[in-house]
């Protein structure tokens, strides 16, 4: 008998109810597990809906409204990746995916694809609530105070970023990034010619504690490289620094 994919429910911590309930797609084709989830999630402050093919996950991604989307690798009608690689070409919506537990494979491609984060099958349902926290936590979307004060628009070379908004423009044009993708590259910004340990990003941007096992933030900087490409003058935007980490090169003329 396989073992449960999500924990018990037992001694589960209520929350104070929030004004504004993150709201949760979850595509997955165990049913049980979908209703499981999306009780104890309801106890964390999520409201969920639940679709149980990758069509259906499609469609009501597409449709838009929702937080966070939480998508399995294995659907009946299809692959979640190929649910995702349709989601990413209109949304930034952050999407966690679910993945066999070591299978490197699948995680390593979600990460291409443009997934925020995974969490492996078996998962423990605390484990889930707090990537699903940590990923809405990124994203600013349901922040608990209100800045007093609009953030400073961030300007490098050919680069706006705006934090409220959460939008960056390139020569005026609006580039699509995922909420990862838009901290990794808010961070590089401010600190622009300055270089920036994997230590650091990994805590500040994916709000994980760091492993040197861990590999996500490469495959984000390399999704990140690839939508920035190359500065005017063809030099890198993004420099590996060798056995330390990474530095947003100011431009040159």
């Given at each position: 008998?396989?073992?449960?994919?999500?924990?018990?429910?037992e001694?589960?911590?209520?929350?104070?109810?929030?004004?504004?309930?993150?709201?949760?797609?979850?595509?997955?084709?165990?049913?049980?597990?979908?209703?499981?989830?999306?009780?104890?999630?309801?106890?964390?402050?999520?409201?969920?809906?639940?679709?149980?093919?990758?069509?259906?996950?499609?469609?009501?991604a597409?449709?838009?409204?929702?937080?966070?989307?939480?998508?399995?690798?294995?659907?009946?009608?299809?692959?979640?990746?190929?649910?995702?690689?349709?989601?990413?070409?209109?949304?930034?919506?952050?999407?966690?995916?679910?993945?066999?537990?070591?299978?490197?494979?699948d995680?390593?491609?979600?990460?291409?694809?443009?997934?925020?984060?995974?969490?492996?099958?078996?998962?423990?349902?605390?484990?889930?609530?707090?990537?699903?926290?940590a990923?809405?936590?990124?994203?600013?979307?349901?922040s608990?105070?209100?800045?007093?004060?609009?953030?400073?628009?961030?300007?490098?070379?050919?680069?706006?970023?705006?934090?409220?908004?959460?939008?960056?423009?390139m020569e005026?044009?609006?580039?699509?990034?995922?909420?990862?993708?838009?901290?990794?590259?808010?961070?590089?910004?401010?600190?622009?010619?300055?270089?920036?340990?994997?230590?650091?990003?990994?805590e500040?941007?994916?709000?994980?504690?760091y492993?040197?096992?861990?590999?996500?933030?490469?495959?984000?900087?390399?999704?990140?490289?690839?939508?920035?490409?190359?500065?005017?003058?063809?030099?890198?935007?993004?420099?590996?620094?060798?056995?330390?980490?990474?530095?947003?090169?100011?431009?040159?003329?």
């Amino acid at each position: 008998m396989q073992a449960s994919p999500i924990a018990s429910m037992e001694d589960t911590a209520m929350r104070v109810p929030n004004s504004t309930r993150p709201t949760l797609l979850l595509i997955d084709d165990d049913r049980e597990l979908c209703d499981l989830v999306s009780r104890y999630l309801a106890t964390e402050g999520f409201d969920s809906t639940a679709v149980h093919t990758g069509g259906e996950g499609e469609r009501a991604a597409l449709a838009g409204g929702f937080d966070l989307i939480v998508l399995d690798v294995m659907l009946p009608d299809c692959k979640g990746f190929d649910v995702l690689r349709e989601i990413r070409k209109s949304l930034t919506t952050p999407v966690l995916m679910l993945t066999a537990k070591g299978d490197s494979f699948d995680r390593i491609l979600g990460l291409e694809l443009g997934a925020d984060d995974y969490v492996p099958k078996p998962f423990n349902s605390r484990e889930l609530s707090a990537r699903i926290s940590a990923i809405l936590r990124r994203s600013e979307r349901h922040s608990l105070s209100i800045a007093s004060q609009r953030p400073a628009t961030v300007k490098v070379g050919d680069l706006e970023l705006d934090p409220s908004g959460r939008a960056v423009t390139m020569e005026g044009q609006e580039l699509k990034l995922t909420s990862a993708e838009f901290d990794l590259l808010r961070l590089f910004l401010e600190s622009a010619g300055e270089v920036l340990s994997r230590e650091m990003l990994v805590e500040q941007v994916l709000d994980k504690k760091y492993s040197p096992f861990e590999r996500s933030i490469e495959f984000h900087i390399s999704n990140l490289r690839r939508k920035l490409g190359p500065q005017k003058n063809g030099r890198e935007r993004i420099r590996s620094v060798r056995g330390t980490g990474y530095l947003y090169a100011w431009p040159k003329a």
